[in-house]
């Protein structure tokens, strides 16, 4: 029987969690293809310089060969296991098909002309694939935040019941985050330069010699060829044979602090599932165990979780390949990027794929959050109970022990014998509360305690939100912008 894809191992990036178009900006076919086109704009930039030998009919050959075929990977593979190789056997498949310019293809660079430079493109292509999906996300939270602005909800610190807060306030702290996640993307995606063509040790000595020592056609050359990779910025100046490992640092570095949000989000989100008061969407005929038919495990933010811890810890590659390098190159960074640098983004892409699913359909539900509010709110209200008594010219002081001691008899209720917290009962039925009962219901309405909250939300929303979102516009309101949902592939 022959073999399938079944058979052999795919990367669950691949066969599980992925958009196509970030599979594909990856895959072997653009990686290759994209070679092809920085030899075409090399001999283009030189024979527009006027170099020599350059044939109209070479340029229109590999113009019309620019995407590699299956039948050409197969004789690239069995040319590289001859040469060992990569780039050359490469050469030697493009002059196939390409053969009035075999003789000129890939004149006067390095295999770092196209592989960094690939690489470059790829990293600049794969950021502005994931910006503005990570600008739908906040747009869908910020639309979240705004429709539970004055919900109140137990607010939490150190694990424990706090003063309440809002169901939109506190989604207003994930949109914070990914704010700051959108900032450093952005500021990655401006640093990602091109490499340009500076030959074997990033001295373009080789170009000098092309042209004949003519300085000034070698940076023509090299502006040539940035502008037609589409980079605005112009090339490094400097660089080795390779660009700076520290630029894979910078980008996996921002990639990773996503990563770590992806956790936190979803961290909160599995609380809120456990304490029943937010869930994540849970489709019809979706099944949360095999076993306890009953059970709606929040799957979506377990897997945001998981996959935002892996990608946290791809920088490392990175921090580690760029420390080892060796003056103007070594090639034990090529194997490890192969991996890290499109798992990053792979991994990156998954989980913006989670959370614009999860955040298209959160569920909210407000009489849980209210009946929680409600068993730690006697407590909470205290406070405002002695100082509405104060108001009365009782004294603070005795009104706090009256309190505390009531307060102690509620708790061992609630902890001993399982019971609601009763304290707001027992105050009513004590004759030195007597004073303020008529303000009571007043004094326990959960909105007292939640502060600027709502107000918060407003202006974050208006200003920082909507400043951020600002340049992404044309996406959020087209075709599938922020009233679309993200489609899980399992």
Known sequence: MAATDNDIYQTPFNSRYCSNEMKALFSPRNRFSTWRHLWLWLAEAE????????????????????????????????????????????????????????????LGATSCYCTDNADLIFLRDGLDLLLPKLATVIQKLADFAQKYRDLPCLGYTHGQPA??????????????????????????????????????????????????????????????????????????????????????????????????????????????????????????????????????????????????????????????TYAAQWFERSLDDSAIRRISLPESYLCADACLILLNNVCSGLVVYPAVIQRRIQQELPFMATENII??????????????????????????????????????????????????????????DPKTFTGRSPQQVDTFVSTEVAHALSKYKDTLDGKGGATTTAELFV
């Not at 070698?218 to 520290?246: H, M, N």
Request: charged share 30%; hydrophobic share 40%; net charge negative.
């Open 163 to 320: 003063q309440p807060t809002t169901v939109g306030k506190r989604s207003c702290l994930w949109i914070q985050d990914l704010l700051m996640d959108l900032r450093n993307l952005e500021r990655a995606r401006s640093d990602v330069r091109f490499r340009g063509v500076k030959g074997t040790v990033g001295s373009a000595a080789s170009f000098l010699a092309l042209f004949h020592g003519n300085h000034e056609k070698v940076e023509q050359l090299d502006e040539l060829v940035t502008r037609k990779a589409g980079f605005q910025s112009p090339a490094f100046i400097i660089s080795s044979q390779t660009y700076s490992r520290k630029i894979d640092v910078d980008v996996l570095n921002a990639l990773g602090s996503f990563g770590a949000t992806c956790e936190r989000i979803g961290g909160d989100i599995r609380h809120l599932a456990m304490f029943k008061e937010v869930e994540e969407p849970f489709e019809k005929d979706q099944i949360g165990s095999s076993a306890m038919a009953y059970k709606r495990n929040p799957m979506r933010s377990e897997r945001l979780c998981s996959l935002g811890r892996k990608l946290q810890n791809l920088p490392k590659d990175a921090l580690d």
């Open 387 to 444: 100082m509405a008594l104060a108001a009365q010219g009782i004294s603070r002081q005795d009104a706090h022990e009256e309190i505390r001691v009531l307060s102690h008899q509620a708790a061992d209720v609630v902890k001993k014998d399982g019971r609601d917290n009763d304290l707001i009962d027992r105050i009513r039925r004590t004759p030195f509360f007597a004073p303020i009962l008529p303000q009571l219901d007043a004094l326990l």
């Open 47 to 106: 024979q527009e310089l006027g170099l020599e030998g350059i044939s109209d009919e070479a340029l229109q050959q590999m113009r019309s060969h620019v995407v590699i075929t299956d039948d050409e990977f197969a004789v690239a593979a069995e040319e590289e296991k001859r040469r060992r190789h990569d780039v050359m056997a490469h050469v030697h498949a493009f002059g196939q098909v390409a053969p009035s310019a075999a003789g000129i293809i890939h």
